[in-house]
């Protein structure tokens, strides 16, 4: 345990950072599930469902939930599998 109060401020904002980080992770999983369900399924909302996780990826580069390569690459490999699936 830290005796430091800087070092104990530190730890709180970090663990308040970690369960927000968490939950846009949990968040862009599930989005993107959905996305490929529904084209799996051939549902006629594919392209919304993949625009609202595409935006999820993209806010969360932005906030700095992960790197902007990562989103980059994991929206490449949504879309990949979403064309697949429809044609499929």
Known sequence: ??????QIKRNR???KRRVRNK???SELKTRTKTALA??????D???EL????????????SKGVIHRNQAA????R?????????AG
């Open 23 to 25: 939950a846009v992770r």
């Open 38 to 43: 529904a084209a799996s399924e051939g549902r």
């Open 45 to 47: 909302d594919v392209e």
């Open 50 to 61: 993949a625009r609202l996780a595409i935006k999820k990826l993209d806010k969360a580069a």
């Open 73 to 76: 690459r994991r929206k490449s």
């Open 78 to 86: 949504l879309m990949k599998k979403i064309r697949a699936a429809s």
């Open 1 to 6: 345990m830290a005796n430091i109060k800087s």
């Open 13 to 15: 904002q970090n663990e």
